[in-house]
């Protein structure tokens, strides 16, 4: 079983920058390609971005496109969301997972705790 941490958010005012962590428990990491996706307050959990599992291949949702990049290392077990020029509308928990390529279908019915992103205008 795949277990997922997320780590680096945090409060930052409108247009700055974060860098997320998702570190992986496991030796089938490297197998799945995997997603990040957020839910603010009140509203259902959305897809942001997605990563194939060599790390050749990355896909984002059309409001963080050109904003946010997904990378990942496979060595080390970690995939990451660098988000620059954030929005206050980027304010929400941010949790990743493995998914289908492609899709925003995630493949565990489980989540980790999520990052809290705060951002402020």
């Known amino acids: 079983q795949l277990q997922l941490v997320e780590s680096g958010g945090g409060l930052v005012q409108a247009g700055g920058s974060l860098r997320l962590s998702c570190a992986a428990s496991?030796?089938?990491?490297?197998?799945?390609?995997m997603g990040w996706f957020r839910q603010a307050p009140g509203k259902e959990r959305e897809f942001v971005a997605g990563i194939s599992w060599s790390g050749d291949n990355t896909y984002y949702a059309d409001s963080v496109k050109g904003r946010f990049t997904i990378s990942r290392d496979n060595a080390k077990n970690m995939a990451y969301l660098q988000m620059n020029s954030l929005k206050p509308e980027d304010t929400a928990v941010y949790y990743c997972?493995?998914?289908?390529?492609?899709?925003?279908?995630?493949?565990?019915?489980?989540w980790g705790r999520g990052t809290q992103v705060t951002v402020s205008s």
């Open positions: 997972a493995p998914v289908a390529f492609g899709t925003a279908k995630v493949l565990v019915d489980y």
């Open positions: 496991g030796r089938t990491f490297n197998m799945y390609a």
